[in-house]
C-alpha cells in the first residue's frame, strides 16, 4: 500500500522480531525510504463542511503529507478578520489510521489513498481534498499514474468575494459651503478647508463679467437680461438681474455669490473660468443662460491669459488652413458681401462670409477676430487686411499690434512687393487659363460640329428660367452630357469650365453659368 510496505507496520515489526529476525532486517525499508525522501512533503489544500451542524461553516486546512515516514500534519488556513484564534494545528505529525474508532489492526493512510475530489477521516472530520501544489500534482502522477496527478479532480477553493463598500457621498444640505459639509463626512473631527491665499491675493478684485439671457421658450423671459459676474479670485460665481422699467419683473439677485456646479461636466466639477465666453451656455439653479456680451476688460483678459476662444494666433491658423483650399475665392467672396463697397465687414457680414465657405466660428472667436482686425473699433474687419493674413504665407506683415489691434502702415514696402508678386502671378495663371480653355474649345467644335441639334436640345433643358443661365450643377451635369466629349471630360476641365463660363455681371456665390456664351463659343 503505497509507498511503505506491509513491514513498516508496528505490530508486524513486533511479531517478526518476536520470531528471532534481526530487527536491522526489519528496519531495513524505513531507512532506504528515509534516504530517498527526506524533506520531500506533499501539500493538499482541503475544506471541512460542517454546516450541517449548528453555527457550523466550511474551513479550510492544508494537509502536509510527509514522504520520509509517511507521516501526516493538517494546519488550518485562516482568513484575514475571521475572528477565530490561531490554534496551530489540527492535526500534529503523526500517522493517520484510516479506521480510529474500531479496535484491531490498524491501517494508515498513505500517499496513494491522498485523491483529488476524495475524503480523508481526520478523527471523526471528513476533509475533502481539492487541490495540491505543482510538486504534489507531479510526484502523485509520477508515482501512480493518472489517479490524481492530472489535475481533473481540482475543486476551486477562489470565494466570490463581493465588490467593497462604496462610501457615498451624501446630497448636500444646503447649510455653509459644500466643501465645509464634506468635512464631516470625510473625518469624525471636521476641519476647515484650505483656502488658497496665493490664487486669492493674485486676482483679489478681479471679475470676469458678461451679459445674459435666458435660454427659454416663455415669451415674458426671453427679453430678461443678466449680469453674470465670474469671480477670479474663488471660482464663485453671481448672477445679477438689473431692474427694467414697465417689464413687470423686479431686479434683484437671482443667484448669491457662490460656487456653481457644471451640470455638463463630470460629476462634482465646478465652473471654470475657461468655460465662460460669449456664445457659451452656462446653467445657474435649473435655469440656461447665453452669454451674450462680454466687456472690455473680460475680453482683453481673455486674450492675454490665451483662453481657448480668444487665442486669435490659434484662431487664424485655423481659418488659414481652412482657406487655403478656397485662396482664389476669398476676395471675391468678401466684395460681394460687402454691399456698401466700403472695404470692411460687420459682424454679421463676417459671420456670412465664414457660413459660405462651411467654416463655424463661436461668437467669442469672431469677436477676438473682429477685435484683432479692427483698427477705429467701429465694429467692422477690413477685409485686405485679413485676406493678407489668412492666405500669404507671411503673417508678419500685420502681426504687429498694440493693445490687441492691428498697427497700420508697417511695412509698407514688403506689402507692396507682394502686391505685385501676385498680380504678375494672377495674370501668369490667367494667361495659362486661356490657353488651356482655347484648346478645350478647339477640340469640342470639332467633334460637335455634326451633334448641333442634339447640343440645343440639351441646351434648352438645363436652361429651366428661359434667361440662358443655369446654376453651377446644371452647367456641370450639361457638359457630362455632351455627346462624344461629356465622357472624355475630366475633372480639371470641367473646373476649368465652370470658372470660365459663369456671368460676371450677377455677383453671387450661385455662380449663374452663361449658357448663351457657350453655346457661342462652340457654334459661333
Known amino acids: 500500500r503505497g509507498v511503505s510496505s506491509v513491514k513498516t507496520d508496528d505490530l508486524m515489526h513486533w511479531t517478526e522480531a518476536m520470531l528471532g ?12 525510504q528515509f534516504l530517498q525522501y527526506d524533506r520531500k512533503v506533499l501539500r493538499f489544500y482541503c475544506l471541512w463542511d460542517d454546516t450541517p451542524a449548528l453555527y457550523g461553516e466550511q474551513r479550510k486546512f492544508v494537509l502536509h503529507y510527509y514522504l520520509a515516514d509517511d507521516t501526516i500534519e493538517v494546519v488550518e488556513s485562516y482568513k ?20 480510529w474508532d474500531k479496535p484491531g489492526r490498524k491501517e494508515f493512510v498513505t500517499a496513494a489513498d491522498l485523491l483529488l475530489g476524495h475524503t480523508v477521516n481526520v478523527y471523526g472530520r471528513d476533509l475533502l481534498v481539492c487541490d495540491a501544489d505543482d ?10 499514474g ?3 496527478g492530472d489535475g481533473s479532480g481540482k475543486i476551486s477553493l477562489d470565494e466570490e468575494r463581493p465588490d467593497p463598500p462604496v462610501m457615498e457621498i451624501p446630497p448636500y444640505t444646503g447649510f455653509g459651503s459644500e466643501e465645509d459639509s464634506l468635512g464631516s463626512f470625510y473625518s469624525l473631527v471636521p476641519k476647515p478647508p484650505k483656502a488658497n491665499w496665493a490664487k486669492y491675493f493674485e486676482n483679489d478684485k478681479k471679475i470676469l463679467r458678461f451679459v445674459a439671457q435666458m435660454d427659454t421658450t416663455a415669451p415674458e423671459d426671453r427679453e430678461r437680461l443678466f449680469i453674470v459676474s465670474y469671480y477670479l479670485s474663488d471660482d464663485t460665481i453671481s448672477v445679477y438681474e438689473p431692474p427694467a422699467r414697465n417689464s413687470g419683473i423686479m431686479g434683484g439677485k437671482f443667484m448669491e455669490r457662490c460656487r456653481a456646479k457644471n451640470p455638463g461636466a463630470a460629476e462634482g466639477e465646478l465652473y471654470k473660468a475657461k468655460d465662460c465666453s460669449v456664445g457659451a451656455a452656462l446653467e445657474f439653479r435649473k435655469h440656461k443662460f447665453i452669454l451674450i456680451e462680454a466687456d472690455e476688460y473680460t475680453l482683453n483678459y481673455m486674450e492675454n491669459k490665451k483662453f481657448p476662444a480668444s487665442d486669435v494666433t490659434y484662431i487664424v491658423e485655423k481659418i488659414k488652413d481652412k482657406f487655403r483650399e478656397q485662396s482664389a475665392m476669398i476676395r471675391k467672396t468678401f466684395r460681394s458681401i460687402d454691399k456698401d463697397h466700403s472695404g470692411s465687414l460687420d459682424m454679421a457680414e463676417f459671420k ?3 457660413k459660405k ?4 466660428l463661436t461668437d467669442q472667436e469672431v469677436i477676438s477676430v473682429m477685435r484683432k482686425f479692427d483698427p477705429d473699433n467701429d465694429g467692422s474687419v477690413r477685409y485686405d487686411e485679413f485676406c493678407q493674413s489668412v492666405i500669404e504665407d507671411d503673417y508678419t506683415a500685420v502681426e504687429e499690434r498694440g493693445g490687441g489691434q492691428v498697427l497700420h502702415g508697417k511695412h509698407n514696402h514688403k506689402i507692396q512687393e507682394e502686391k505685385q508678386a501676385e498680380a504678375q502671378k494672377q495674370a501668369q495663371d490667367d494667361e495659362e487659363k486661356q490657353v488651356r480653355l482655347s484648346g478645350v474649345l478647339d477640340s469640342w467644335r470639332a467633334e460637335l460640329g455634326s451633334c448641333r441639334e442634339e447640343v440645343a436640345l440639351l441646351f434648352q433643358e438645363a436652361d429651366s428660367t428661359g434667361d440662358g443661365h443655369c446654376d453651377e450643377e446644371a452647367f456641370g451635369k450639361l457638359l457630362r452630357q455632351l455627346p462624344v466629349v461629356g465622357d472624355q471630360l475630366t475633372n480639371e476641365d470641367l473646373d476649368l469650365m465652370l470658372e470660365c463660363f459663369y456671368n460676371p455681371d450677377v455677383q ?3 455662380r449663374p453659368m452663361s449658357l448663351v456664351v457657350l453655346d457661342e463659343a462652340l457654334f459661333s
Do not use: C, I, Y
Request: aromatic share 10%; charged share 20%.
Open 21 to 32: 529476525r534481526p530487527t536491522h532486517l526489519v528496519n531495513e525499508d524505513k531507512l532506504a
Open 80 to 99: 484575514t478578520n475571521s475572528g477565530r484564534d490561531p490554534f496551530p494545528k489540527l492535526l500534529n505529525r503523526q500517522k493517520l489510521p484510516m479506521t
Open 135 to 144: 510538486f504534489t500534482l507531479a510526484f502523485m502522477q509520477n508515482s501512480f
Open 146 to 148: 493518472m489517479m490524481s
Open 352 to 354: 456670412l462670409v465664414l
Open 357 to 360: 465657405f462651411n467654416f463655424d
Open 508 to 510: 453671387d456665390m450661385r
